[in-house]
């Protein structure tokens, strides 16, 4: 088995998302599977829709190709680029939007292909990424999109936490309602779509407080690691471990803990520090920032303290391990979301599905 090596629990990741969508069903909401962080693996795709999400979400048209034989609706979460208006039309069923020369783009393309392409208006209720801030142009951009031959407007987004870390409250969600209600008194709701949010909305929704008007939650991170960084919050009774980085030990050596020699800034322009603990065992894994970050990766072994990565290299010391490593040992960590955003995209990296 080659390594670095990504293994990948797809029953854990199962279980999670059937977990979370009994508790949305529970509440008339619908889920949305993000599988961006995964680099569009079908199998974990075709896992999410098996244990009951309506749609599938990914933010790069990319990915979709890895998924045309998996029924279901399939959401562009990123808004689009007017350049990718045909692969978009082809790939996916709707796009979240708010520009309107977009959405005509994607008129044309959809008119093109003879099908209808469906589109959620984007509001901006506080992060500042995406979306309408004023009232008044969110309407008027939709009362054109709704002539649109091709095009059909099903319902309105927001997204927080991203750009901005602006948490879901009473009042981000005040201002999406405002939202609603507009575009409901212009134009009805039927077929009504509000997507409010992500995994970060997850404690609303547990404590009751996420408003019943939303209806829609586009959920990735806490099916794959149940858990939510933005909260900093693990949940029970769900896995947090599905996926698992295994790297192997190159070299293994007693070296001083203080570098030798002047210090100036390492390959990513950072200057590094240094405490002398004197001699210590250092092990070398095969792998480092180019593949991942790795203040993200937690070492199963506790008794391990990762020092140091470069480009291609990750220093441990393994001074107080009970374990005697050798040359050639494998060690595992266990890897949070944006440990796995990166691992996933990096070609030098092993994917195994379990």
């Known amino acids: 088995m080659r390594r670095p090596l990504l293994t990948i629990n797809l029953q854990k990741i199962s279980a999670n998302t059937r977990t979370v969508i009994d508790q949305c ?7 949305t599977a993000i599988t961006k962080c995964i680099s569009g693996m079908p199998d974990i795709a075709e896992a999410f829709v098996a244990k009951g999400a309506m749609a599938i979400g990914d933010s ?27 692969d978009v039309v082809r790939y996916t069923t709707h796009s979240l939007n708010s520009e309107l020369a977009t959405m005509q ?43 649109l031959s091709n095009l059909q407007i099903a319902g309105i987004a927001t997204n927080l936490c991203c750009v901005s870390g602006v948490l879901p409250s009473l009042e981000t969600y005040e201002r999406l309602y405002q ?16 997507s409010g949010g992500a995994t970060s909305s997850y404690p609303m929704f547990l404590d009751g407080t996420l408003p019943e008007f939303v209806n829609n939650l586009r959920i990735g991170e806490l099916l794959l690691f149940g858990e939510d960084t933005s909260n900093h919050r693990a949940y029970e009774g769900l896995y947090q471990d599905a996926f698992t980085l295994e790297g192997e030990i190159m070299e293994l050596k007693e070296k001083p803990s203080l570098p030798v020699g002047e210090i100036g800034l390492d390959a990513y322009g950072n200057r590094p520090t240094f405490i002398d603990r004197g001699i210590r065992k250092r092990a070398i894994l095969a792998f480092g920032r180019q593949d991942v970050g790795v203040e993200y990766l937690e070492p199963l072994d506790k008794d391990i303290e990762v020092v140091a990565a470069s480009s291609d290299h990750t220093v441990l010391d393994v001074t107080d391990c009970t374990t005697d490593y050798r040359v050639g040992d494998v060690i595992p960590f266990r890897a949070n979301y944006q440990a796995v955003l990166h691992l996933t995209t990096s070609a030098y990296v092993e994917k195994i599905i379990l």
């Open 60 to 86: 790069r048209i990319q990915n979709f190709a890895h998924f045309e034989k998996i029924h279901c609706d399939k959401w562009l979460i990123r808004i689009p680029m007017i350049s990718e208006a045909a």
């Open 179 to 194: 939202f609603d209600q507009a575009y409901t008194r212009a134009f009805g709701n039927a077929t009504h779509y509000v």
């Open 105 to 147: 783009a994607l008129n044309e393309a959809a008119h093109r292909a003879d099908r209808i392409h469906k589109v959620l208006l984007m509001c901006d209720v506080g992060d500042l990424r995406e979306g309408y801030v004023d009232i008044d142009g969110f309407l008027w951009d939709a009362e054109k999109a709704h002539n």
């Open 25 to 31: 069903r529970q509440k008339n909401i619908s889920l």
